[in-house]
């Protein structure tokens, strides 16, 4: 597995979110984080990512331990997030943004190819290449989000709740690009509202709840799982 | 009057002002802008650079335009080592950032105080000046001497090149991104150590030569680094905390203001013009007069 969480506790100081959450994700798979909101999996993906430090347990990715890192160096080390919100810099032009994402040292070579890459998968952020970030539509910035979490050649894309607020039309766009990250051998874990979409598109799939693993399995298994059912689809 | 003011000289007299103003503000943004912290001992630095390009030349005759090689590696090992020395140490500590955003006002003056009473005990409060490239040079009907000619070009030319440095280098860009988003920074994997004493490095440094070629045009004196504070600081408010391009157009703006303003009235509403300009801005685009409000969907 290139991601292995181990018993990871963490949170926002003395505010404990995370207590003991263990999980994994692999290679040319998406993995998705299910959980109603407040459940920790925002919390979890900032911890992952460096953002929030451990209280407790172990981060391991592509063999190493990461637990105690800071943010830069795992983004060197190949682990992307894609945040909640986007968090794009909004008085930074769209072109800016991407070559932002490719300022860790393994990105650096070869990042205008790559920002290349980036408007072929996404033609509307080349239209506004020169615009700041800031005048993008929500759809538009999560797609330069995304744009720049790849500019940064990870083997782990971390996608908080991509599709929160966005069109259908923009939906389908963001599932089709995790389908093809997929198809490029990436790791995804992916936090997700539209849980059947989510369920769709994965390979497994982890529910959380008040910041523990309380099922796990096949996405298409967790779908049929009694609990899911009933915190998700409101049937018995 | 009108001859006056249409005269070349004065148009000369706001673009000294003017660049002279944006190196400051500059290092003055740059730090704010990664910091969140307000330095209000910056224009000491100016006094500290004018004193020692004036004793390199006066007890070493060391010529102030080579001091400026001086001035800056001074300036940014002193920024280094504020840096390492007392703002990692700090700002490591989530509680004790809260308490030093709160005081840093206070702290800063603290210091700024210290620093000029220093500089008084130690180089006396007589004002010191240097006869350099006194001679005049005439550019059209401008006649300026070749000292201060080189100031203003010197000046011009680094103001030049930080902006080409924030824009195209991969460590400028890391910290433009920083003091846009610092959250973002991190996500993107901005080593945000290195840019916060890249910060330092750079404002200190930019603020010591601005001393060097502040003396090749004044005298220095121990308390010439206050209204340089606030005119620097009039500057960041107009052209917006962490916004570089609008520091710039704000230095020159004031050296126009300031320059003109005084041509029309007397040197006695200097004072008057450059507060009563800083109030203004403050009440009525508190953001900058160029900024504009983040647009965050
Ligand atoms: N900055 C913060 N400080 C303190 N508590 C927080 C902070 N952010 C989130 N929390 C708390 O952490 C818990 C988990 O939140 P979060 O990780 O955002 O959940 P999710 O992403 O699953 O909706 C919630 O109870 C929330 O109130
Ligand atoms: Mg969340």
Known sequence: MLLEVEDLAGGYGAARVLHGVTLAAARGAVTALLGANGAGKTTLMRTLAGL????????????AEVTALPAAARV???IALVPEGRLVF?????????RLGAIAPRARAGWRTRADEMYALFPRLRERARQPAGALSGGEQQMLAIARGLMSRPDLVLLDEPTLGLAPA???VVFDTIERMRALGLAVLLAEQDVRRALQAADAAYVIEHGRVIAAGRGADLAADARVRRAYFGVD | ML???????LLFAALALGALYALVALGLNLVYGTMRLLNVAHGDLVMLGGYATYWAFAAAGIPPLAAVLLTASGGAALGAGAYRGLFRRLLAAPRATARIEANSLLAFFGLSVIVQNLAA?????TPRGYE???????????????GRLAAVALALALCAAVLAFLRRHVLGLAMRALVEQREAAAVVGVDIDRAQRASFVLGFGTAAVAGTLLSMTEQVSPFMGFPITIAAFVVVIMGGLGRIEGTLAAAFLLGAIETYGVALTSPTYRSILVYGLFVTVLLVRPQGLLGRRAIVR
Do not use: D, H, W
Not at chain 1, 53 to 58: F, L, R
Not at chain 1, 90 to 96: D, F, I, K, R
Not at chain 2, 121 to 125: D, G, I, N, P, V
């Open chain 1, 52 to 63: 929030l430090p451990a209280a407790g347990g172990a981060i391991r990715f592509a063999g």
């Open chain 2, 121 to 125: 005990l130690a180089f006396t409060a």
């Open chain 2, 132 to 146: 350099y490239l006194s001679g005049v040079v005439r550019i059209g009907e401008v006649a300026v001497t070749g």
């Open chain 1, 170 to 172: 923009m939906v389908r």
């Open chain 1, 90 to 98: 909004p008085a930074l032009s769209v072109a800016e943004n991407l």
């Open chain 2, 3 to 9: 001859e006056t003011l249409a005269a070349g000289q």
């Open chain 1, 76 to 78: 060197e080390r190949g």
